[in-house]
């Protein structure tokens, strides 16, 4: 089987891309262009070398250590210990995907061209990636000023000093290339600090979690239709005309999936729904989720420049024939945009929370009280609300805003920092809970169309329910409820229910 090959060359990278190369093992390659660009950047840096221009991270050191200077014979040793002595990272380690749309992310940067790097740098990240070298990165000790911390460990691997998971197994970076008839890298000037200084780690791992946003707030829409035929609610709140009048993007974007999701559903019929108006949960449910869809075109059009353009000090401005000192490392605007996702993903979380609330209320839907297929007999889902209000509880704790706790460090010169990474973290794990908390609403849905009969679903929720059907069957008497939510979590995650709505509603 031949392996999707994506080329690289520093501005056109997508976050489609990303997760292809990270999730599925497509391969890259770096075009010829990008190549003789850095090696343009590379005669640069040897000729500044032989100046007496004070150059940060090369001439100089780094942090307060900027002040002292780096002779041409101590290259090799220096480059060595900035990376030695900035591997500080915490655990846990990243996944394997992550350390490779990690890698990916610097990689691409890297051929901007204004690093200065030796060629065989950017050529060690293609290669580690493509013989799936992946180097054991911890995740923690990044405060987003560049990932120096924790991106100093693949510098460790590269010099063959770290250690890497190769082919499922975990061993010395020197051993696993030498299985891959690989050779580490001899560093020289400059090489130290373009390896740990970017923002690859955030961005690496935040292209992937707005890739899993993006097929989340998907899913939303799919859950949010199943629940409307489960409360047979009312579908005035979908007509377009509401929409041209408030010509919000996201939500016009929601409630024309939802539409379509619907067509052909009993819902559409005249005189189904006894409701004048539902509760807001489900009147409101596509203005919440076109909330998340218009947070996430803001951050997805940032993120796309993140990761083709120059996050490095000192940039090289190859054109002018200079290097200059710069603060192009700060990410505070898509910092700042994944703080407002978080957020908006937990009005959606606590929407679909209360959505799943009422559906289990006969108050409300005319149904049994949680659900329950035989009253007094079997209980279904009566404590099962417990679970997912407490992972929106911690959805509601993680969607409070961290970019703005820093120390002043490194000798009170380093007095700014975003905290980049573990704003991208913690957003991943609200989308991990969200996961949870929509595939607990499908399985109340699911069983409210079933005890409702119906049987005149919409083309796109009739997939959506037979796909969950196949795996979840009906609750006519109580079982062990954790495993049908393990089973919902892996339906989503494999995204079975959205392959199969997509193919009946394009």
Same mark, same amino acid.
């Given at each position: 089987?031949?392996?999707?090959?994506?080329?690289?060359?520093?501005?056109?990278?997508?976050?489609?891309?990303?997760?292809?190369? &990270?999730?599925?093992?497509?391969?890259?390659?770096?075009?010829?262009?990008?190549?003789?660009?850095?090696?343009?950047?590379?005669?640069?840096?040897?000729?500044?070398?032989?100046?007496?221009? #004070?150059?940060?991270? /090369?001439?100089?050191?780094?942090?307060?250590?900027?002040? $002292?200077?780096?002779v041409?014979?101590?290259?090799?040793?220096?480059?060595?210990?900035?990376?030695?002595?900035?591997?500080?990272?915490?655990?846990?380690?990243? +996944?394997?995907?992550?350390?490779?749309?990690?890698?990916?992310?610097?990689?691409n940067?890297?051929?901007?061209?204004c690093?200065?790097?030796?060629?065989?740098?950017?050529?060690?990240?293609?290669?580690?990636?493509?013989?799936?070298?992946h180097?054991?990165?911890?995740?923690?000790?990044?405060?987003?000023?560049?990932?120096?911390?924790?991106?100093?460990? !693949?510098?460790?691997?590269?010099?063959?000093?770290?250690?890497?998971?190769?082919?499922?197994?975990?061993? +010395?970076?020197?051993? &696993? /290339?030498?299985?891959?008839?690989?050779?580490?890298?001899v560093?020289?000037?400059?090489?130290?600090?373009?390896?740990?200084s970017?923002?690859?780690?955030?961005?690496?791992?935040?292209?992937?979690?707005?890739?899993?946003?993006?097929?989340?707030?998907?899913?939303?829409?799919?859950?949010?239709?199943?629940?409307?035929?489960?409360?047979?609610?009312?579908?005035? #709140?979908?007509?377009?005309?509401?929409?041209?009048?408030?010509?919000?993007?996201?939500?016009? !974007?929601? &409630?024309?999936?939802?539409?379509?999701?619907?067509?052909?559903?009993?819902?559409?019929?005249?005189?189904?729904?006894?409701?004048?108006?539902?509760?807001?949960?489900?009147?409101?449910?596509?203005?919440?989720?076109?909330?998340?869809?218009?947070?996430?075109?803001?951050v997805?059009?940032?993120?796309l420049?993140?990761?083709?353009?120059?996050?490095?000090n000192?940039?090289l401005?190859?054109?002018?024939?200079?290097?200059?000192?710069?603060?192009?490392?700060?990410?505070?605007?898509?910092?700042?945009?994944?703080?407002?996702?978080?957020?908006?993903?937990?009005?959606?979380?606590?929407?679909?929370?209360?959505?799943?609330?009422?559906?289990?209320?006969? +108050?409300?839907?005319?149904?049994?009280?949680?659900?329950?297929?035989?009253?007094?007999?079997?209980?279904?889902?009566?404590?099962?609300?417990?679970?997912?209000?407490?992972?929106?509880?911690? !959805?509601?704790?993680?969607?409070?805003?961290?970019?703005?706790?820093?120390?002043?460090?490194?000798?009170?010169i380093?007095?700014?920092?975003?905290?980049?990474?573990?704003?991208?973290? +913690?957003?991943?794990?609200?989308?991990?809970?969200?996961i949870?908390?929509?595939?607990?609403? &499908?399985?109340?849905?699911?069983?409210?169309?079933?005890?409702?009969?119906?049987?005149?679903l919409?083309?796109?929720?009739?997939?959506?329910?037979?796909v969950?059907r196949?795996?979840?069957?009906?609750?006519?008497?109580?079982?062990?409820?954790?495993?049908?939510? $393990?089973?919902?979590?892996?339906?989503?995650?494999?995204?079975?229910?959205?392959?199969?709505?997509?193919?009946?509603?394009?």
């Open positions: 089987m031949i392996q999707e090959m994506i080329m690289l060359d520093g501005n056109s990278l997508t976050i489609h891309e990303v997760a292809k190369v &990270a999730r599925e093992g497509a391969q890259v390659g770096i075009s010829s262009e990008s190549m003789k660009k850095l090696e343009q950047g590379r005669q640069m840096v040897y000729d500044m070398a032989n100046s007496d221009i #004070p150059v940060y991270g /090369f001439t100089r050191g780094v942090g307060e250590n900027k002040d $002292r200077q780096v041409a014979r101590y290259y090799q040793e220096y480059n060595r210990n900035l990376i030695l002595s900035h591997c500080l990272g915490v655990e846990p380690e990243a +996944k394997e995907d992550d350390v490779r749309a990690i890698m990916l992310a610097r990689l940067t890297l051929l901007v061209g690093t200065g790097v030796q060629p065989a740098v950017a050529t060690m990240y293609m290669n580690m990636i493509n013989n799936k070298i180097p054991v990165i911890p995740q923690r000790g990044s405060v987003g000023e560049g990932d120096i911390t924790v991106l100093s460990h !693949i510098g460790l691997a590269m010099i063959g000093e770290g250690e890497v998971n190769y082919n499922g197994e975990r061993m +010395k970076a020197s051993e &696993a /290339f030498k299985k891959a008839g690989m050779e580490p890298i560093l020289g000037p400059k090489d130290g600090l373009a390896i740990v970017s923002n690859a780690l955030s961005a690496g791992e935040g292209a992937l979690v707005l890739k899993d946003i993006e097929d989340l707030v998907d899913l939303a829409d799919v859950v949010y239709a199943l629940t409307l035929e489960g409360f047979k609610g009312n579908v005035t #709140p979908l007509d377009e005309a509401a929409y041209s009048v408030r010509p919000y993007q996201g939500q016009s !974007i929601s &409630a024309s999936r939802v539409r379509k999701l619907l067509e052909g559903s009993y819902l559409w019929l005249p005189g189904v729904t006894d409701s004048l108006q539902d509760p807001l949960s489900l009147r409101g449910s596509c203005q919440i989720h076109g909330a998340v869809r218009d947070s996430l075109g803001y997805k059009n940032h993120m420049i993140q990761l083709n353009s120059s996050d490095d000192p940039c401005i190859m054109d002018e024939n200079r290097i200059i000192s710069c603060a192009n490392y700060e990410v505070p605007t898509w910092t700042l945009g994944f703080e407002m996702l978080g957020l908006a993903l937990s009005h959606l979380s606590r929407n679909a929370c209360f959505r799943t609330i009422k559906l289990a209320t006969p +108050k409300f839907t005319g149904l049994s009280r949680f659900l329950t297929p035989a009253d007094g007999r079997v209980l279904a889902y009566a404590t099962i609300q417990k679970t997912f209000t407490s992972l929106d509880t911690e !959805i509601r704790h993680l969607s409070n805003p961290a970019t703005a706790d820093y120390f002043s460090v490194a000798g009170d380093e007095d700014h920092a975003n905290n980049s990474p573990y704003v991208v973290q +913690k957003t991943a794990r609200i989308v991990d809970n969200l949870y908390i929509l595939g607990i609403e &499908a399985m109340h849905a699911v069983q409210a169309i079933d005890l409702r009969k119906a049987t005149r919409g083309v796109g929720t009739k997939a959506a329910y037979d969950i196949s795996e979840i069957p009906f609750l006519d008497q109580d079982r062990n409820l954790s495993e049908d939510i $393990r089973k919902i979590y892996k339906l989503i995650k494999s995204r079975k229910i959205l392959d199969s709505v997509e193919k009946v509603i394009r």
